[in-house]
């Protein structure tokens, strides 16, 4: 059963719609500031973040009740996915993703309530679980079937949609929007710090001199249905799928990439595609020394020495966690549609253990299959192969 995409959406520091991020993609700038501007936080470390306060995205979409970050960046992107593709329909589901949730007003809560056990609005500690944001998406965009919760790191999205295309193959659903959105927050910041995983300059995925992530934040989503049953031509199709765990560590990737290779080859398998025939790899890319040496040598041990362009949209975006796997899946739904490559920005210098040149400026490839990975914590790796033609 073939599984098409028939509508995307997407918000980020690149920008806070489809067209935007596409721009800013083309133009091989990055969202990524030198500092937090509306994040409370003492740390002075680059960010991906969204140019808009709670306030103003609240503003933008008309309401007045409260909403953590993580939901008002996950209703944009939803919405414009579904315009995209045409409006809400009968037994559409809602399969998202979240590492935060509502963790921005949980702090806000706890910083009142640590002074005196009497203070604090409660308000806002109801919005912690991971599944509320998905409840508000939902409701905002009339979803009237089955809803689900994923929260697996920063493969959560892909494994979204992974999971979307399967509820499609036996028949839950009709119509599923797939994605993840996740917003900045200190304790976000101040984990990863503790880790030493964050670079104190703009990251250089893959390059020699990498030295840590940025983190980022937004939200992206697809709308998935069986093909022959859209009503306009999709961008592409959903051709693979593959969730593997290497179990190696709670934060750091094989050093051999195990996982990462699992994960690859199996939506390779899935699809029935070889290697030879991926025109594209989106790498997870995070600029850390431990995920880009994994990751490089799993890319190097499928496609030996027909590797095929690689590049790291991260450098635009920053790393935005639990929505990376979606906001990476319509950056290269953009690259099928559109056939160009987009670049991994401020890469200077390979690392011979590594191997692997990424592509530094736009490139014009008539793409026919496009590999899309997201690997997280906990060793859970996932890949996407989407293809344009079925």
């Given amino acids: 059963m073939r599984i098409a995409v028939t509508g995307i959406g997407i918000v980020s520091a690149a920008g806070l719609n489809v067209a935007e991020n596409l721009a800013t993609l083309r133009a091989g700038r990055s969202g990524i500031a030198p500092r937090p501007v509306r994040l409370a936080t003492r740390h002075c470390l680059p960010v991906g973040e969204v140019p808009l306060s709670n306030e103003e995205l609240a503003a933008r979409l008309g309401i007045g009740e409260l909403q953590s970050r993580t939901t008002l960046l996950g209703m944009m992107a939803a919405e414009e996915a579904l315009r995209d593709a045409g409006g809400v329909r009968p037994r559409t589901a809602l399969v998202s993703s979240t590492s935060v949730g509502g963790m921005d007003l949980t702090e806000c809560f706890f910083e009142e309530f640590a002074r005196d056990e009497r203070r604090g609005r409660l308000r806002m500690a109801a919005h912690h679980d991971c599944a509320d944001s998905t409840l508000a998406i939902a409701r905002r965009c009339a979803v009237d079937g089955l809803t689900t919760t994923l929260s697996t790191a920063c493969s959560s999205a892909a494994n ?231």
């Avoid at 200077?348 to 253990?353: M, Q, S």
């Avoid at 040149?357 to 014009?364: A, H, M, N, V």
């Fill in 160 to 390: 979204a949609i992974g999971l979307a295309a399967r509820l499609l193959r036996h028949g839950v659903a009709d119509r599923v929007v797939a994605g993840g959105c996740d917003a900045l927050c200190r304790f976000t910041l101040n984990g990863f710090k503790s880790l030493m995983i964050l670079d104190e300059q703009p990251c250089r995925p893959f390059d020699a001199s990498r030295a840590g992530l940025n983190l980022g934040e937004g939200a992206a989503y697809v709308v998935l249905e069986r093909a022959g049953e859209t009503a306009h031509r999709p961008y592409c199709y959903v051709a693979g799928f593959a969730n593997a765990n290497d179990a190696y560590h709670q934060t750091a990737s094989s050093p051999d990439g195990e996982g990462d290779f699992l994960a690859m080859s199996g939506a390779l398998r899935q699809a029935g595609i070889e290697p030879r025939e991926v025109d594209w790899v989106n790498a997870h890319g995070t600029g850390t020394p431990n995920n880009d040496l994994a990751e490089s040598r799993a890319l190097r041990r499928l496609f030996g020495a027909e590797l095929p362009p690689v590049s790291s949209t991260k450098a635009t975006t920053g790393h935005t966690l639990a929505a990376a796997g979606a906001i990476e899946a319509v950056i290269s739904v953009l690259a099928l549609h559109h056939g160009e490559c987009y670049p991994t920005l401020r890469f200077a210098e390979p690392d011979p253990e590594g191997d692997i040149r990424p592509l530094d400026c736009l490139t014009r490839s008539d793409l026919r299959c496009v590999l899309s990975n997201s690997f997280g914590f906990g060793g859970n790796c996932a890949s996407l192969l989407l293809c344009r033609e079925p």
